[in-house]
């Protein structure tokens, strides 16, 4: 039996990590074998690649180099780790995939989306997630989130100058492209209301993956 591939996908401080963890405890409960991943990254090459991408001295990239190297990244992931797995049978939850891609380097930065759409074509070849989970909050709390979660672990306090500085306008931009791929993919994604408790948000995933009932 085939397995299933599963992305979680949304802006800054929506829960997406929280939730994949929440969805690989769902399923080995159930007594799937899963596997965890994330983008950019997932398999050690794809590792090398996210650090020149997301480090802030990785490097000065234009648009489209900065695009090639996500899709390099998904490629060596898809190829190596998630086809793979999925043959095998096993449930595969990747934090981030192409959307992402879309969502930020296209909605988010102007980078055009039909070259986006070509480079996807070239490098993954039609392939793309079962379902999709895009955890949607509005932008202020989200970046509250991640602001909270980024002093908590620096141990800073006082965070309110900093969240001013915040670009907002780019994070608004995210979420509607974000919304917008949802709405042009309705079998694939599923919009979840990502500003109540995680537990609350599990739940909304939930009732997704028991009516869908790929596996
Ligand atoms: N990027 C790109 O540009 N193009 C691409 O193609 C791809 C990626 C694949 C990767 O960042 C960066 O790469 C990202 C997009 C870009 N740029 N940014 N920004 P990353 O992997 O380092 O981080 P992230 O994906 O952006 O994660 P995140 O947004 O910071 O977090 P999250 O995974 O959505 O949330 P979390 O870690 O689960 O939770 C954040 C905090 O909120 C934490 O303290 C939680 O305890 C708390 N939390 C979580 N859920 C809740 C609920 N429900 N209520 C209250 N608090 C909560």
């Not at 899963?34 to 050690?44: F, I």
């Not at 001295?57 to 900065?66: L, V, Y």
């Not at 306090?157 to 780019?170: A, G, I, L, V, Y």
């Not at 509607?176 to 599990?202: C, H, M, W, Y």
């Amino acid at each position: 039996m085939a397995g299933l591939f599963i992305t979680l996908e949304g802006g800054e401080g929506a829960g997406k990590t929280t939730q994949c963890r929440k969805i690989k405890e769902y399923y080995e409960t159930l007594g799937h074998e899963v596997v965890l991943t994330r983008e950019p990254g997932g398999t050690p090459e794809a590792e090398k690649i996210r650090n020149l991408l997301v480090q802030r001295d990785g490097g000065n990239w234009t648009p489209m180099a900065e695009c090639l190297l996500f899709f390099a990244a998904r490629q060596m992931h898809v190829e190596t780790l998630i086809k793979p797995a999925i043959a095998y049978g096993k449930v595969v939850i990747s934090d981030r995939f192409t959307d992402s891609t879309v969502a930020y380097q296209g909605y988010g930065h102007g980078f055009d989306l039909s070259v986006i759409r070509q480079i996807e074509t070239i490098t993954l070849n039609g392939f793309c997630p079962d379902l999709t989970f895009l955890l949607d909050i509005p932008v202020e709390n989200g970046l509250r989130r991640s602001l909270d979660q980024k002093n908590k672990a620096a141990g800073l306090e006082n965070t309110e100058d900093r969240f001013e500085k915040m670009d907002k306008s780019f994070h608004e931009k995210l979420r509607q492209g974000f919304l917008t791929i949802a709405k042009e993919n309705p079998d694939r994604v599923t919009v979840i209301d990502a500003s109540q408790s995680a537990d609350d948000v599990f739940s909304q995933i939930e009732s997704a993956l028991k009516v869908t009932n790929v596996i």
